[in-house]
């Protein structure tokens, strides 16, 4: 009976174990393994009218960001996030940030105050944030690249600290194999 229950508790132990333990890297503080399955597909352009869709990213990872300029935390994370950007710049990361429902001008103030290296996409009526659901911002995402969504991060995080680009690194030095097992 004893060996019965101990191999249960095994049994159940070994099929929930979270994702990290099937190959995926362990993410730091904050930030928590949310494997929902396909990245919800959107197309958006920037304050200059250039396009872009998260679907062109396949083939590699994408930090996928939700901000507003009227957001506490947004305003605190993001030169966190352009340092982190300089630090990974030629890797295979993609870095898609997305204004939620404000203007150019807004947009272009608040960027040019606070982060003039980065530029944002504009969601301007809100749509597409709707369709990723965030419980608030500052709101990132990070999609594998077989277009999965794998990891969330609810609030504001020190993304240019080492436990963040180590993970970060991690993710994109493991390429597909870090993308888990396929459908």
Not at 11 to 39: E, F, K, N, Q, W
Not at 64 to 82: T, V
Not at 119 to 147: C, F, H, I
Not at 154 to 163: F, I, K, S, Y
């Amino acid at each position: 009976m004893r060996h019965a229950l101990f191999a249960l508790l095994f049994l159940t132990g070994l099929l929930s174990l979270p994702a990290h333990a099937a190959g995926m890297p362990v993410p730091p503080p904050g930030v928590r393994v949310y494997d929902i399955g396909a990245a919800p597909d959107f197309e958006l352009a920037d304050i200059d009218g250039n396009r872009a869709r998260l679907s062109d990213a396949r083939g590699q990872w994408v930090f996928l960001h939700f901000w507003a300029s009227w957001c506490g935390p947004c305003r605190r994370e993001m030169p966190a996030i352009q340092r982190m950007a300089g630090r990974m710049r030629g890797q295979p990361l993609t870095l898609l940030l997305v204004n939620t429902a404000e203007d150019e001008d807004t947009i272009f103030s608040f960027m040019a105050g606070t982060a003039p290296d980065l530029n944002s996409l504009m969601d301007a009526d809100g749509q597409v944030t709707e369709a990723w659901k965030p419980r608030g911002l500052p709101a990132t995402y990070l999609v594998d690249p077989e277009g999965r969504v794998r990891y969330q991060a609810l609030g504001g995080r020190e993304w240019d600290q080492p436990e963040y680009l180590g993970f970060l690194k991690r993710l994109v030095a493991d390429g597909a194999n870090a993308a888990g097992p396929r459908d």
